[in-house]
């Protein structure tokens, strides 16, 4: 949760893509706090539908499984779009000396990521 709703809220410029750089450059502590907590929810995430599977196994066997199947194969998928968080990282460290193409670039990656990402990781999460 703290990954997707407090360092959203606290870092996010909604329609200003450099003043949402310019905060995860003044804020980037919490922006990797919000990444770690990320991986660490997505990873615990694994451990809900094995206690679910035992609860469901024995009402149907196949749903049970499938339900496991579908969780187990959300995380990694989550665990990719932190990528994108990290190369927002990678892009910021660079902004400066960079030509002003790159600022477009980053200002269309730090939208999917601050406004895209989380909407499909719920998505798939709750799937």
Same mark, same amino acid.
């Given at each position: 949760?703290?990954?997707? *709703? #407090?360092?959203?809220?606290? &870092?996010? +410029?909604?329609?200003? %893509?450099? *003043?949402?750089?310019?905060? !995860?450059?003044? +804020?980037?502590?919490?922006?990797?706090?919000? !990444? /770690? %907590?990320? @991986?660490?929810? #997505?990873?615990? #995430? =694994?451990?809900?539908? =094995?206690? =679910?599977?035992? =609860?469901?196994?024995?009402?149907?066997?196949?749903?049970?499984?499938?339900?496991?199947? &579908?969780?187990?194969?959300?995380?990694? @998928?989550?665990?990719?779009?932190?990528?994108?968080?990290?190369?927002?990282? *990678?892009? &910021? +460290?660079?902004?400066?000396?960079?030509? !002003? #193409?790159?600022?477009? /670039?980053?200002?269309?990656?730090?939208?999917?990521?601050?406004?895209?990402?989380?909407?499909?990781?719920?998505?798939?999460? *709750?799937?």
């Amino acid at each position: 949760m703290i990954s997707t *709703t #407090y360092v959203i809220e606290q &870092l996010d +410029s909604w329609g200003d %893509a450099a *003043t949402t750089a310019n905060n !995860i450059s003044n +804020s980037e502590f919490l922006f990797r706090l919000g !990444i /770690v %907590a990320g @991986i660490i929810s #997505y990873i615990s #995430y =694994l451990i809900l539908p =094995l206690i =679910l599977y035992r =609860l469901f196994e024995s009402v149907n066997r196949t749903h049970a499984v499938l339900m496991v199947a &579908l969780a187990v194969a959300s995380v990694p @998928i989550s665990l990719f779009n932190m990528i994108a968080k990290v190369d927002v990282l *990678t892009l &910021l +460290s660079g902004f400066i000396k960079k030509p !002003i #193409y790159h600022a477009i /670039v980053l200002g269309t990656l730090l939208i999917l990521v601050v406004v895209v990402a989380p909407v499909t990781a719920g998505l798939v999460t *709750t799937l």
